[in-house]
């Protein structure tokens, strides 16, 4: 009996040494996936971490590059109310106004319509009325075009033609006039890549809408003008080719006038 009681007694102990040897390897087992887990945790928050700051960093540069610097400059006048006089650090500008407003107006139209252009109906129905031979020349792929810069052209008689839509732009300016020479200037060319005509309608309408020779302007407009044209892609021609800026440095001014030194 006191045999089969110590072997009783020896069994318990031992199997509550087992119990707990087994109850210590799970808790250390998961202690180890808990410790694996957080570092794995700890790792995946560094690698969005750095792909956060990657981004922030790609975000700050493009916003940098989209970001032009405007050099100084200080608007002295208006010449022949056609040309504008401004001051910079090493001598001045020469700007011709109607093809500085050109080059703003054909970068801001092309923009505009190579998104989601925004049409509206004109309130009272544009009609125009063309010869015989303008209506020969007024193809599909014209039509096509206009249709793609928001202008919807429909027949409307045998020799007349409706304008049904516009871009909301355009109200902007004195709409019936402004189409009737857009319409003239499609018709006109013989252009049959449709990607130039394209952009020759685009730098029509920006010539259209913008700044003439002999427009006065006030001294805040042409502030305006020049820091606008300055942020523009490509500002030192207009669309048509013409140069819309002339640089004189100081060392030109003072070779012209012979000083001493030059």
């Known amino acids: 009996k006191q045999d089969w009681e110590h072997i009783a007694k020896l069994f318990i102990v031992e199997t509550s040494v087992n119990w707990k040897h087994v109850k210590t390897k799970r808790c250390c087992q998961k202690e180890t996936r808990n410790g694996a887990n957080t570092r794995i945790e700890q790792h995946l928050k560094g690698i969005m971490l750095a792909q956060i700051c990657s981004k922030n960093r790609h975000k700050r540069t493009v916003e940098e590059k989209n970001e032009k610097t405007i050099p100084y400059f200080r608007v002295v006048g208006q010449v022949l109310l056609t040309y504008i006089i401004i001051e910079i650090k090493d001598g001045f500008y020469i700007v011709d106004q109607h093809a500085a407003n050109e080059r703003i107006n054909y970068e801001k139209f092309t923009k505009l319509l190579n998104s989601k252009i925004e049409v509206c109906t004109p309130l009272i129905p544009l009609i125009i009325n063309l010869s015989p031979s303008e209506i ?127």
């Open 136 to 262: 020969k020349r007024l193809t599909d792929d014209k039509i096509k075009i206009l249709n793609q810069i928001g202008i919807e052209v429909e027949g409307f008689g045998l020799n007349t033609i409706k304008i049904s839509s516009i871009p909301v732009f355009i109200k902007e300016y004195s709409e019936e006039k402004y189409l009737e020479e857009i319409i003239d200037q499609v018709i006109r060319t013989d252009k049959i890549d449709l990607i130039e005509l394209r952009k020759h309608v685009i730098a029509t309408m920006a010539c259209k809408a913008s700044i003439k020779a002999n427009d006065h302007l006030e001294i805040r407009e042409m502030e305006d003008l020049i820091k606008t044209l300055f942020t523009c892609d490509n500002p030192t021609c207009c669309p048509h080719g013409r140069p819309t800026i002339v640089h004189f440095t100081k060392y030109d001014i003072e070779k012209m006038f012979k000083r001493s030194g030059i």
